[in-house]
C-alpha cells in the first residue's frame, strides 16, 4: 500500500464540513498528482457510488471508494477534519475520512485497499494512532503498514521492525435467504455457525428473512477471507461482498453441508480465487457461472413472493380475525373512520377487517415491485410498484403482478445497459431510470399486455370457485404432493405461491387451495416425530432428537422441519411424506376446509372453515406418512438395538443436521 499513499496525500486539517467537500479536497490532491484526470468525472463516479449505499463505518470513519475511469492508478487520501463529517454510519459522524479510487476494471486493486485497510481499521490502535497522529509522512508511513500503530508517530519510527504477527483466525462471512425466510433462512445460518465453531472458523451470518434483515458491519465484511451465499431468492446488497472467495449455493446445502461449503471456501481462499464485483442485478451474479434463464426466472419470482408473504400474513389474520369476531356479514360494515363504537364487538371487527384488506391491498403492487428488485436491484422498485398498482386498476390481479415485475425489472436492466456520461450518473438511479421505466411499464401494462392478463386471471378465478367434487379432490393430491416432495424447496414454493396468489382475489375455491396446501405442509415433519415415537428403534439418537422439535415445527406450517430426516434416508422418507400429503390435501378439500392465512399452522385453527375435519385430514395424513416410513424402514433392516449406536453409517456420521426448535 505504499504505493498508494503519500505525504502529499494525507490532509491533517481537512477544511471540510460535507462528505462531497470532503471528497472533493481529497480528489484535488490526486489530481495535483496526476493520479486523477478529470476531477468532475472522478467526483460524479464517487457520488454515483456513495448513492448506492453509505461508506461511513463504526468507530467515527468514512470510506468513500470508486472505480471510475478518470483515475490512473490506485491511490488511497486520508483526511481528518477538525469537526465530524456525516458518512451515514449508525454511530454517527466520521473524524477518519479515506478516499479510494482504482482505476476502471481494476476490481483486485480497488477490493485489496478496502479489504487491508478494513482490517486495520478494527485496530483501535491504529485509529488512535491516526488520531494522534501530527506529520504527514508518519502518517501515510502509519497507514501504509510501514509504521506500527502502537509505535511513536515520528518519520523514523517507519524504520522500527513490526511485531511478529500473530496467526489470524479464517473469517467466513455468510448470507442465508430462502423464498418466505422463514425456517430455511434461519436453519441454515445456525448450521453454518454450528460448523464454523467445530471448524474453528469464524463465521458471521446475515440471515436474509422475509422480515428484513441486519446488514453485517461493512468492517466485517472488508475483514473476512471468504464468503458463503446460502441462498434461494437474490442476495440483497450482494455488491457489498464482491472481491472475495465465494461459495454460491442453494439454502438447502447450507443446512445439509455446511462443513463442506466453509472447506470449499478454505481451498478457494489457498488458491487466490476472488469473485469479481457485482456489475448486474442480484440474480444475474447469483449462482454457478451456467446458471440458466429458468433457474434465474424462478429466484425472480421468489424475491417477489418472499416480500409479499408478510404483508398476506398480517392481511389474511387481520381478515380471519375480522371475520371470526364480527361473523361473514362484517365485509359490509361502513368504514371504521366514519363510524366506530368503543364498547361494540362489531367495531372492532370491523377495524380488524378492514387493516386486514388494507394490507392486502398491497399485495399485488409488492410482489411487482419485488420482482423487478430481484431483476435490476433498487431501481427496479418504482416501475415495480407502478405495474403492480396498474394490475389492480386493470383487475388483472396475481398474473398481472407477475407480468408487471417482470416487465419492470426487464425495462430497468435494458437502460442500465446504454451509456451515459459522467455527469448523468448521480442522477440516473434517482431520476432518468424511475422516469423511463414508469413510463414504459404503464404503456405496456395499459394498452398492450394488461387486458389479455386480467382476462386470463378471470378465467383462473373463475376455475377456483367452482372447484367441487372429483376435480377439488385431484387438485388437493397434486398440491399435496408438491408440498412434500421436496420439504420446502422450489416446488413446495410453487405450490404455496399458488395458494398465496390466489388469496389477492380471494374466493371460496381459493380458500379451500390456501387451506390445502398449509395442511399438507404440515404432514412430514408431525410424520416424522410420530414415527420416533412410535417405533424409535428405527431411528438415530439425533433423529430421535429432532423428532422432538418435529413437532413444533410441524404444528407451525415449517415443512422444512422433516429436512433432517430426508438428508439421512431419502429413499425412504421423502415417498412417505408425499402419500401422506396427498392424503391430507384430497381430504382437506374433500371436507372443504379454508383458510384466508397463508401461515400459522395449528395457531390459527380458530380462523379455519371447518376445523374439526380439517385436523382430521391433517391426522390422517400424519398417519399414513408415519405408518408408510415405518414400513419401509423395517423392511431396510434398520431396526433393532443397533439403530441408535453412534458411528453407523447414515446414523450419528453427521448426514443428518440436528433441527433446533429455534428454527
Given at each position: ?466 372447484l367441487s367434487g372429483a376435480n377439488a379432490i385431484i387438485l388437493g393430491v397434486v398440491l399435496g404432493l408438491m408440498m412434500c416432495f421436496d420439504l420446502g424447496g422450489p416446488l413446495n414454493k410453487v405450490a404455496y405461491a399458488f395458494a398465496v396468489g ?162
Amino acid at each position: 500500500m505504499s504505493d498508494m499513499i503519500t505525504a502529499d496525500l494525507v490532509d491533517l486539517d481537512l477544511a471540510a464540513e460535507t462528505k462531497e467537500a470532503a471528497a472533493r479536497s481529497l480528489a484535488e490532491r490526486m489530481v495535483a498528482l496526476g493520479r486523477v484526470t478529470d476531477l468532475e468525472g472522478f467526483l460524479a463516479d464517487v457520488a454515483a457510488r456513495e448513492a448506492q449505499m453509505p461508506t461511513g463505518l463504526d468507530g467515527g470513519i468514512g470510506i468513500p471508494h470508486c472505480r471510475s475511469e478518470h483515475v490512473t492508478e490506485p491511490t488511497l487520501a486520508f483526511g481528518r477534519p477538525a469537526g465530524g463529517i456525516d458518512f451515514g454510519a449508525p454511530d454517527g459522524p466520521a473524524d477518519l475520512i479515506f478516499l479510494i479510487a482504482a482505476p476502471a476494471g481494476a476490481d483486485d486493486a480497488h477490493l485489496t485497499i478496502l479489504s487491508a485497510l478494513a482490517r486495520r481499521l478494527m485496530d483501535p490502535d491504529f485509529t488512535a494512532a491516526l488520531r494522534a497522529a501530527t506529520d504527514p509522512a508518519a502518517t501515510a508511513s502509519l497507514i501504509s503498514g510501514e509504521t506500527p500503530p502502537g509505535a511513536p508517530v515520528p518519520a523514523d519510527a517507519a524504520t522500527e521492525p513490526e511485531p511478529a504477527p500473530e496467526p489470524d483466525v479464517f473469517r467466513i462471512v455468510a448470507v442465508t435467504s430462502c423464498p418466505t425466510g422463514i425456517a430455511h433462512t434461519y436453519m441454515a445460518a445456525e448450521a453454518l455457525e454450528q460448523a464454523g465453531e467445530t471448524e474453528g472458523v469464524e463465521v458471521t451470518v446475515e440471515p436474509q428473512g422475509s422480515a428484513g434483515f441486519t446488514r453485517i458491519d461493512p468492517a466485517v465484511i472488508a475483514a473476512a477471507d471468504g464468503v458463503i451465499f446460502a441462498h434461494d431468492v437474490p442476495v440483497r446488497e450482494k455488491e457489498r461482498f464482491a472481491g472475495k472467495p465465494t461459495v454460491d449455493v442453494g439454502v438447502k446445502a447450507g443446512i445439509n453441508r455446511p462443513a463442506e461449503l466453509i472447506a470449499e471456501v478454505r481451498d478457494k481462499a489457498a488458491r487466490g480465487e476472488i469473485t469479481a464485483a457485482a456489475t448486474g442485478s442480484p440474480v444475474d451474479e447469483a449462482g454457478d457461472p451456467g446458471e440458466g434463464y429458468g433457474t434465474k426466472l424462478r429466484k425472480w419470482l421468489m424475491s417477489g413472493v418472499s416480500y409479499m408473504v408478510p404483508f398476506v400474513a398480517a392481511g389474511g389474520l387481520l381478515i380471519a380475525l375480522g371475520f371470526a369476531i364480527g361473523g361473514y356479514t362484517i365485509d359490509k360494515a361502513p368504514s371504521v373512520a366514519e363510524h366506530f363504537v368503543w364498547t361494540d364487538s362489531t367495531s372492532w371487527a370491523a377495524l380488524l377487517f378492514q387493516v386486514g384488506g388494507l394490507a392486502f391491498s398491497f399485495l399485488v403492487p409488492v410482489l411487482a415491485g419485488y420482482i423487478a428488485y430481484g431483476m435490476a436491484d433498487r431501481p427496479g422498485l418504482v416501475p415495480g410498484f407502478v405495474g403492480g398498482s396498474i394490475a389492480l386498476t386493470i383487475n388483472a390481479g396475481f398474473l398481472g403482478g407477475l407480468a408487471a415485475g417482470l416487465i419492470a425489472g426487464g425495462a430497468v436492466m435494458a437502460i442500465q445497459r446504454i451509456k451515459v456520461p459522467a455527469a448523468l450518473r448521480g442522477i440516473m438511479p434517482v431520476v432518468v431510470i424511475p422516469l423511463i421505466s414508469s413510463a414504459v411499464v404503464g404503456f405496456l401494462m395499459f394498452l398492450v399486455v394488461g387486458k389479455p392478463i386480467a382476462e386470463l386471471q378471470k378465467a383462473l378465478t373463475d376455475w377456483l370457485s367452482g372447484l367441487s367434487g372429483a376435480n377439488a379432490i385431484i387438485l388437493g393430491v397434486v398440491l399435496g404432493l408438491m408440498m412434500c416432495f421436496d420439504l420446502g424447496g422450489p416446488l413446495n414454493k410453487v405450490a404455496y405461491a399458488f395458494a398465496v396468489g390466489g388469496l389477492a382475489n380471494p374466493n371460496e375455491g381459493s380458500l379451500k387451495v390456501m387451506a390445502a396446501v398449509m395442511a399438507a405442509g404440515m404432514v412430514p415433519p408431525l410424520a416424522m416425530a410420530l414415527a420416533t415415537v412410535v417405533r424409535g428403534a428405527l431411528f438415530t439418537r439425533t433423529e430421535r432428537e429432532n423428532g422432538k422439535a418435529a413437532w413444533v415445527l410441524g404444528g407451525s406450517f415449517i415443512t422444512e422441519g422433516a429436512i433432517p430426516f430426508a438428508a439421512a434416508d431419502p429413499l425412504r422418507v421423502i415417498p412417505s411424506a408425499m402419500a401422506g400429503g396427498a392424503v391430507t390435501g384430497a381430504l382437506s378439500m374433500l371436507f372443504e376446509c379454508t383458510l384466508r392465512a397463508p401461515h400459522g399452522g395449528i395457531f390459527v385453527l380458530p380462523l379455519i372453515g371447518n376445523p374439526v375435519l380439517y385436523l382430521i385430514a391433517i391426522l390422517a395424513g400424519t398417519a399414513v406418512s408415519a405408518a408408510l416410513v415405518i414400513l419401509l424402514k423395517g423392511m431396510g433392516g434398520r431396526g433393532g438395538k443397533d439403530a441408535g449406536r453412534d458411528g453407523l453409517p447414515g446414523a450419528e456420521s453427521g448426514t443428518a443436521p440436528k433441527v433446533p426448535v429455534s428454527a
